[in-house]
Structure formats: C-alpha cells, structure tokens
C-alpha cells in the first residue's frame, strides 16, 4: 500500500465523486479510480459503493478514511517539524468559519497571512451551518459561542461583546424590557439552530438565563440584525454584526445595565492536527489580530 494512494483515497471520500477528487488532485479520474481499486486490493475490503450518481462509503472504508487522515495529518505534521529550520508555514489549510464572521474579519485576516506565508495555502468554507470538521475533512473551524462537547481541541481567540437590541419603532410600540426577565413578553428573533434558545445576561453580580421565544429563528445573524431593523423584535447579537445599524440608529441598545454576557470565539481542528505547525501559526496569527479588533 503506498501513501499516495492514501491520499487519492482520501480525496475522493471528501469530494464523494471521482471526478471531482481528480480535479482536485490534478490528476485523471481514471488513474484516481484504479489507485483506489488497487487500495482495495492490496487491503482486502471494499472501501466505497459506487453508483452512477455519487460515491457511498462502507463501513470498514469510513473507519479506514478516519485512520488514513490521522495518518497523513502524522506525515504532514512530521515533514514541517523536519523543515522548521528551513521554513516556515506551509501546505493546504481547509477552514470553516461563519459567514459574517467570515467576511467582516477573517477576510482581511488571510489575506495578511498569506502575505507573510507565501507557502500556506487556504481552502476555505463560509457557512453559518456547524461542519462536521473531521468528517469533512476541515484542518480547523471557526466557532462563536458555546462549545459543544467533542474530542475537538479548542483555542480561545478573542471575547466579543454581546448586544440585545431593537428598533427604535419596535421601542415605541412595546416598550423597552426593564429587566431580562420581561423578555419572556416580548418577541425575540433567535439566531441558532433548533432547539430552546437561552440569552444569558449579568443580574447583580450572577450570570441568569432567560428562555427566550419570538416569531423567526435563524442561522444567519445578518438576517436576525435586518429583522430586527424591520421592527419584528429584539435581538441579541455580536456588535460586529449590528455596530453600523446601531451607529446609524436603525436599532437602538435594551437592556444596557445588565451586560449581556460576552461570548468567545474559538479555534477548534482535531487532536490528531495539533502539533501541525501551519494551524498553530495561523491560530496565534488571529488571536493577536483579533484581540485589537474586537476585545470585549
């Protein structure tokens, strides 16, 4: 078994189709298919089912995938350790990272790496959906908020402040809350995924959490800022997203004595891509950026 056909295995998994894990790997999608067909062989199994439409995984070839992408992540990981005397940063970094997030404050932030670290390569993905960053193959993800339990190591980035705001005809037809409590009266426009959606603020000294209830959820807080703007409700969101509507006085701040809790950006790969000496290059890179554009 070589690692390059490792590697082609691996590709074609992620792209879920010949075709595109040749494009991929610049390589054609026959040479891709019989590397994989001879992977088979040499080991035994069948690694994928193939159809007209799109490529399945077996079992033993998901177990193998997860394997062979430690491994590879070993080898990489092992040739820039080598190289560290010689060079710096080097190689494909897939990232995943929320959309406004994203195009506020990562694009301009790789952009700068790349300037620096002419061998680094990015493929990234903007997406408020939460990717499966092993089982997609992400090098690291981007993540606001509180984490989910998981094997996933994670760097704290930065704090950034939370705002609960409105509009100010929002204001003028239902009030302003008095205390984070009234806002089980009020309509909330909740940026997340499914599930009870809780907004924590700072009530004499304590961190208090308030079920909160409204007539549209969303996993896009650019969505949730023009809602609110449009008068449907309060929301609770990032002050990068809703500085400029704040400032233009499109929306207007509630509850300001009770502090809403900050939240926490984070960088979060898998442990098998912790020693890789681009992801803690470009780690460390946004904590230092990140801290002057956006401290709490």
């Known amino acids: ?167 100010p005809g929002y204001r003028r037809r239902r009030g302003a809350p008095a205390a984070p409590a009234d806002l089980q009266r009020h309509a909330c426009l909740l940026y997340g995924h499914g599930g009870a959606v809780n907004w924590e603020f700072i009530v004499e000294g304590a961190h208090k959490s308030v079920e909160v209830h409204g007539p549209l959820r969303a996993n896009n807080g650019e969505l949730i800022r023009d809602a609110a703007v449009a008068g449907l409700g309060i929301a609770r969101l990032p002050d990068f997203i809703v500085a400029d509507a704040l400032k233009s006085g499109k929306l207007v701040t509630v509850l300001e004595e009770f502090l809403p809790a900050a939240a926490s950006v984070y960088a979060v790969y898998p442990q098998h891509r912790q020693s890789s000496l681009t992801i803690r290059a470009f780690v460390e890179f946004l904590r230092k950026h990140l801290k002057k554009q956006l401290a709490a």
């Open 1 to 167: 078994m070589q690692l390059d056909d490792m590697r082609i295995f691996v590709a074609t998994v992620d792209a879920r189709n010949f075709t595109a894990a040749a494009r991929r790997l610049a390589l054609s999608k026959q040479f891709v298919s019989r590397r994989v067909m001879a992977l088979e062989e040499a080991l035994g199994v069948q690694l994928l089912i193939r159809n007209t439409r799109k490529l399945a995984v077996t079992e033993l070839g998901q177990e193998f995938y997860e394997r062979a992408k430690r491994i590879l992540g070993e080898v990489e990981d092992a040739e820039q350790a080598m190289s560290l005397r010689r060079a710096g940063p080097r190689g494909l970094l897939r990232v995943s990272a929320p959309m406004s997030f994203g195009m506020t404050h990562l694009s301009p932030l790789v952009a700068a790496f790349l300037r620096e670290h002419g061998d680094v390569r990015f493929d990234m993905e903007l997406s408020d959906r939460t990717a499966d960053v092993v089982g997609e193959g992400f090098d690291m993800a981007i993540r606001i908020g509180t984490l989910a339990d998981s094997t996933l190591i994670a760097q704290k980035l930065v704090d950034v402040r939370m705002v609960a705001c409105c509009s």
